[in-house]
């Protein structure tokens, strides 16, 4: 197997995509019976429009041993479609010594995920079980795209004598752990100008972009603000927006629309700023 990033770089040429769609999995809005029929649609419809599949751990769990056989035949599924699509367990995950050890362990080893989001809250000792394997990734959240991320992460605190905000920190320890290039950051659509700030400070690093969509992220200036210098490390996620956009027997229709409009405006911002796929 390759390393994380090469292989992140080869599934959004091989598509033209920066764009990951969420499989965020609501039973009570989905308009067929069988779960797995509707996200084996909704990857029928976009695989070939987006680099990433990223399901959300917390829908599967909420529905027990169900859901959690529900993740494995989705993963398995999108491995049987594609050889190149990444997928990125939104799974949060953070601990230390041995519990941190067996969740990288059933991340990586057991669902097979190409990488994971992770809380890196207790320091590098929660990040070094994700990031040893060079062949696996994982991205730190590090600017959440929800108002209450500013209660915490926007504090102001002094750090080698400068005023900094805690997102500006965690983002420059990450720079500094990612040895193998296989640490990014997770930064919100919804706050542009701390992209902005991240991108500044990790000019090298994947950004993981959620909030554009159902929370109303700006999509141009998040693509501007969160590729690196020639357009490409950044993954833009949509979740709601796309699986979501009809709720109806045409929803594998409607999510290929709302995945290739997103997708479309991405290219489009990069091509305007030279930075296109050509």
């Known amino acids: 197997m390759d390393s994380f990033l090469n292989r992140l770089e080869l599934a959004c040429s091989t598509n033209q995509s920066l764009l990951c769609i969420g499989l965020d999995v609501e039973l009570?809005?989905?308009?067929?019976?069988?779960?797995?029929?509707?996200?084996?649609a909704i990857i029928d419809s976009t695989l070939d429009l987006c680099c990433a599949f990223?399901?959300?751990l917390a829908f599967y769990e909420a529905m027990g041993i169900d859901?959690?056989?529900l993740l494995e035949r989705t993963i398995d599924y999108i491995r049987q479609s594609s050889p190149t699509?990444?997928?990125?367990?939104d799974a949060k995950r953070g601990d230390i010594g041995p519990s941190g050890e067996a969740y990288a362990k059933a991340m990586?080893?057991?669902?097979?995920?190409?990488?994971?989001?992770?809380?890196?809250?207790?320091?590098?000792?929660?990040?070094?079980?994700?990031?040893?394997?060079?062949?696996r990734g994982a991205f730190?959240?590090?600017?959440?795209?929800?108002?209450?991320?500013?209660d915490l992460q926007d504090l102001t605190v002094e750090s080698n004598s400068n005023q900094m905000l805690i997102y500006e920190i965690m983002a420059q320890y990450a720079e500094n752990w990612n040895v193998k290039n296989n640490l990014g950051l997770v930064v919100g659509a919804t706050v542009t100008q701390q992209l902005k700030s991240v991108r500044e400070l990790c000019p090298e690093q994947v950004i993981?972009?959620?909030?554009?969509?159902?929370?109303?992220?700006d999509l141009s200036t998040s693509v501007l603000y969160g590729v690196d210098d020639r357009g490409r490390l950044a993954i833009i996620n949509s979740s709601r927006g796309i699986i979501y956009a009809s709720q109806k027997s045409d929803f594998a229709q409607a999510a290929r629309i709302?995945?290739?409009?997103?997708?479309?405006?991405?290219?489009?911002?990069?091509?305007?700023?030279?930075?296109?796929?050509?």
């Open 28 to 40: 009570s809005k989905i308009p067929v019976s069988d779960p797995f029929e509707f996200n084996k």
């Open 54 to 56: 990223k399901p959300n």
């Open 67 to 69: 859901g959690l056989r």
């Open 85 to 89: 699509i990444m997928i990125i367990g």
């Open 108 to 135: 990586f080893d057991f669902w097979n995920f190409d990488a994971v989001t992770i809380n890196a809250w207790g320091g590098y000792d929660t990040v070094e079980p994700f990031i040893s394997d060079d062949r």
């Open 140 to 150: 730190i959240w590090c600017r959440g795209s929800n108002p209450g991320s500013s």
């Open 208 to 217: 993981l972009i959620p909030g554009v969509g159902a929370q109303g992220g």
């Open 258 to 278: 709302a995945a290739s409009k997103i997708k479309e405006n991405i290219n489009s911002v990069l091509e305007t700023s030279g930075k296109g796929w050509t």
